[in-house]
């Protein structure tokens, strides 16, 4: 019987099995924002799970995304600490805000407690390491929450690069953006720096980032020279369409990023990422190599799915030809197999479906985009032992 596997590229895995639990497994969640929806529905929709607690630093935020949800006898509490502490449990979504990302992963490893990390990582490459030296000390898994890997055409990208058809790969440009789409609708948290950390750069720039770093075979980042910026968030304008003009004074991170990244093996990373910006799209994500070149069509990849269909440009008897790759259905039920995939891991003592060596990567990335911006210099990425 097939079994989920993120290296079989053969289908869109429809139906994959899962490695069941005789005994519920006893989640919590910390964190009950937007996200963590997401995150219940599709526990909800496993039969071997139990979500016994959950809590939020926001008084009653827990019960009434509890209550919404008919979750019955949950323990609810405003210190992630306390519920650790005090809930037997087997793991934890953690769907915070950036900042306490990391806190919350390593307090819960080290209480013995797999978990499924929202993206990005962290704030930080110092957060991502500490959070990485805690798992490989507690024995558990950390899962980061990047479901587009779970879509087949994400999956085809990586499949097309890895079976040599570009040849050697020199040059990538990747990235997105929207015109108008700073993300205040739901929680303004995505716009304070106290809380998000990163704007555009780790709210949807980590998305493109893992979409090529991911194909190529995660290449070390070796130096970037980025720029970080805010020219839109910090005007009333900006949230015309949303009518929350007092979100102007609350802006404090990043609308707009860009950087050109030397990676390992002489590969060039061109990318740009925008919240806000007068232009429909900053550039598709193309991939040039010795024996072809991909183009990804720039639509919403950040989502796990583009709607038009890739163009692979090679040369036949010397001639240059396009090829379409058709597009294969899309996945519908991304969320339901990053926690499946999660959770047959903890059952059968695998690998995390995202391991965190694979997004440590994409977090130096970000953390040097950010450093390279506030030295207005090119700086080389150092990534200390794990
Ligand atoms: N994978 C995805 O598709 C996806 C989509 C949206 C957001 N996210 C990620 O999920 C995270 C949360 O996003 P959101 O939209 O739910 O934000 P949100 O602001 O709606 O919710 C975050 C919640 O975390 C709570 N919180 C923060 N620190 C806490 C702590 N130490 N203890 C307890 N509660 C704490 C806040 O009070 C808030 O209620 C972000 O990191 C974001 O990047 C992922």
């Known amino acids: 019987m097939a079994k989920l596997d993120m290296n079989d590229f053969s289908n869109n895995q429809a139906a994959v099995d899962a490695t069941y639990s005789e005994k519920k497994l006893r989640i919590g969640i910390i964190g009950t924002g937007g996200i963590s929806g997401s995150h219940i529905e599709a526990y909800l929709n496993q039969p071997d799970v139990e979500i016994v607690a959950g809590c939020d630093l926001i008084p009653g935020k827990a019960e009434d995304r509890f209550a919404s949800h008919g979750i019955e006898g949950a323990k609810t509490f405003v210190d992630y600490k306390e519920m650790i502490d005090t809930v037997e449990m087997d793991a934890v979504s953690v769907c915070t805000y950036n900042c306490t990302h990391a806190e919350c992963a390593i307090y819960a490893l080290e209480h013995g407690l797999h978990v499924l990390l929202e993206k990005p990582f962290t704030v930080t490459l110092e957060e ?47 990235g997105g953006g929207r015109r108008h ?54 005007t009333p304008e900006a949230y015309a369409e949303v009518g929350k003009p007092e979100c102007a004074e609350k802006f404090s991170v990043d609308d707009y990023a860009s950087a050109y990244i030397r990676l390992e093996g002489g590969v060039i990373l061109d ?31 950040w989502n796990g799915s583009f709607d038009k269909p890739m163009t692979l440009y090679h040369d036949v008897a010397g001639k240059p030809v396009e090829t379409t790759i058709p597009l294969l259905p899309p996945t519908y039920d991304l969320w339901d197999r990053k926690i499946r995939s999660f959770l047959d891991a903890i ?31 090119e700086i080389a990425i150092e990534i200390p032992e794990i």
């Open 181 to 234: 789409g700073i993300p205040v609708s739901w929680s303004e948290t995505f716009i304070e720096g106290d809380k998000a950390g990163l704007g555009a750069l780790g709210d949807i720039g980590c998305y493109s980032i893992d979409l090529v770093m991911n194909a190529l075979g995660n290449p070390k980042p070796l130096t970037v020279t980025g720029t970080a910026t805010d020219f839109f968030g910090t």
């Open 347 to 377: 059952i059968t003592g695998g690998k995390a479906p995202v391991p965190t060596n694979e997004i440590l990567y994409n977090q130096a990335i970000l953390d040097g985009i950010n450093r390279s911006s506030k030295l207005g210099r």
């Open 128 to 174: 991502a390491i500490a959070v990485m030296k805690a798992e490989k000390a507690s024995g558990k898994i950390v899962s980061v929450g990047f479901q587009p890997r779970f879509d087949a055409n994400m999956q085809m990208i990586k499949k097309i690069v890895q079976s040599g058809e570009l040849g050697r790969v020199y040059y990538v440009q990747t």
């Open 271 to 301: 990318f740009r990422i925008a919240w806000y910006m007068h232009m429909d799209t900053p550039g598709d994500t193309i991939i040039l190599g010795t024996k072809g070149g991909l183009r990804v069509p720039s639509t919403d990849c």
